[in-house]
């Protein structure tokens, strides 16, 4: 239980251990136009405040601890606290909307904090049948996380993971044909926060599929290199006989350049 109390100037009951409270009244038909506020997008929000008037809040008293913390977020260009938090959530109810939605095969979830951590997300999927990945990316933008301001989804296959930023561009550069692997949708929900769009017709978007997986259904995949582990691991070992200062860069990189079913038996 919190404990409270009973204003007096309002009748309202009050959490007792507030840092800061501000108490006042709101009038429903006393509306004005918003900001423009500072955005997670890195803009200010134009004249979105004129299409949208609030009902205001009038201060009548303030009440706080003594010394009180407040709380707030910094508002402006990536990477920030607030993308930081948008990623972090975001990607947390995207994932749990694919598992609520029964999509097979869900390896990783993540919504770039570089992408204010909403408008683009990535998903790793091991595909089970012909048209795995698409369905996936088409889930995304069905999802109740991802109807909303998303507006490009990048399906990539089980051996990337999705947070991998360089494998995620080596995807999109070897696993990934304009032609075939990109799907334009139109008439998606937007935000009207979006810069991208104008600002009397934010209310909808496109969005972009970009499927970056080898397609299920070849017969003839290329085939991956992959190096020996006991030479990367000679080389790492060796790092400053060849001269160089420093920690071995190469220790790091062992398990991203070896098979997948050595790193396995290692990890047995």
Known sequence: PVPVFKSELTGLTLPANAEI???????????????????????????????YPKPILRVERILHRNNPTMWSTTVGKPINDIHMIQSLNRTATLWHDLET?????????????????????????????????????????????????????????????????????????????????????????STPLDPGLPIEAREITSRIILDACTPFEWTNKPNEIFMNREVLQKVSDRWND????????????????????AIKTKKK
């Not at 060849?242 to 079913?261: C, H, T």
Request: glycine share 12%; aromatic share 12%.
């Open 21 to 51: 409270i501000a108490e006042g009244f709101i009038d429903p038909n006393e509306l004005m136009d918003e900001g423009p506020f500072g955005e997670y997008t890195g803009y200010y929000s134009g004249n979105k405040g004129k299409d």
């Open 242 to 261: 060849y001269g160089f200062d420093g920690a071995s860069p190469v220790a790091n990189m062992i398990d991203r350049l070896v098979k997948p079913e």
């Open 101 to 189: 939605m029964r999509v097979p095969g869900i390896e990783g979830v993540y919504i770039p904090a570089e992408a204010c951590g909403r408008f683009w997300a990535v998903v790793s999927v091991r595909q089970k049948y012909p048209g795995h990945s698409n369905q996936v990316g088409n889930a995304v933008i069905a999802s109740t996380t991802g109807h909303y301001g998303v507006k490009g989804v990048i399906v990539v296959d089980h051996d990337i993971a999705a947070d991998d930023w360089d494998r995620v561009w080596w995807a999109l550069s070897t696993r990934f044909d304009p032609k075939r692997s990109a799907q334009i949708i139109d008439r998606g929900r």
